[in-house]
């Protein structure tokens, strides 16, 4: 039985995990099915070496998707932390969330797009993946919440989140990619294309990180 004490911190972190969760990553998920939609859809595209022009115009989409998960967050993280300055921290969302994803999906297709030369290529695809997104997942999650707490003007809040937030996801997300691992979904293992392992693994780390950050976010601000 849960003690009566704990409760409203428990509420807290539940309600942060789901209000961090559910708009992240849904958006997220939104913005890329759309972007990648899009792209199959546009003349001559090319999965295999996709022209920048193509790439351009399906990350418009993409980009929408995460302004607009980041608002919708932003909102949330607004309610959540008892403050009235929703649109302020809605556009705090939109702006700590979007350009740090859009920017760490290009780069991260840039660096994939090079694993095959020089001495990346010796290194195993699953190292690799998990080189490249455990730091990313850090940076997403910890400029996210950095820029609420700027949001907020609580300068000491946003560099506390940022450390916490983002070591906390990228914990996550290293945790959740060892299991899946352990348990036969290895990226770029046999069969990976098939069960879409890369993709699977993924959204599951992320939405892991999304909901640790998120509690983490709502029992500090039980906290005050």
């Known amino acids: 039985m849960v003690n009566k004490m704990s409760t409203p911190y428990f509420q807290s972190i539940l309600r942060g995990s789901l209000l961090t969760v559910i708009p992240l990553f849904g958006g997220l998920t939104l913005g890329l099915v759309s972007g990648a ?6 003349p001559g595209s090319n999965v295999i070496h996709p022209s920048l022009s193509h ?10 998707g995460f302004l607009l998960a980041g608002a919708a967050w932003g909102t ?7 403050r009235p300055s929703s649109r302020r921290l809605a556009w705090a969302g939109m702006l700590g969330f979007a350009p740090i994803t859009m920017a760490l999906a290009v780069g991260l ?17 699953h190292r690799l993946f998990t080189i490249l997104f455990v730091p990313a997942a850090f940076l997403i999650a910890g400029t996210s919440a950095w820029a609420i707490g700027m949001g907020l003007k609580e300068h000491y809040l946003a560099k506390w989140f940022f450390l916490r937030v983002g070591l906390a996801a990228a914990g996550t997300f290293l945790a959740i990619n060892l299991i899946m691992e352990s348990s036969g979904w290895v990226v770029g293992g ?4 098939e069960r879409a392992t890369m993709v699977t693994v993924l959204m599951l780390g ?19």
Do not use: C, D, Y
């Not at 939609?37 to 546009?42: I, Q, R, S």
């Not at 992320?206 to 005050?224: D, K, T």
């Open 190 to 193: 046999p069969g990976a294309a």
């Open 55 to 64: 790439m351009t115009i399906a990350a418009i989409p993409a980009l929408f």
């Open 206 to 224: 992320n939405m892991g990180a999304a909901l640790v950050g998120g509690g983490i976010m709502g029992w500090r601000f039980h906290m005050g």
């Open 76 to 82: 949330s993280m607004s309610k959540l932390a008892g």
């Open 109 to 125: 297709g840039v660096v994939e797009g090079m694993s095959n030369r020089g001495f990346m290529a010796q290194i195993p695809t």
């Open 37 to 42: 939609v899009l792209f199959h859809l546009l």
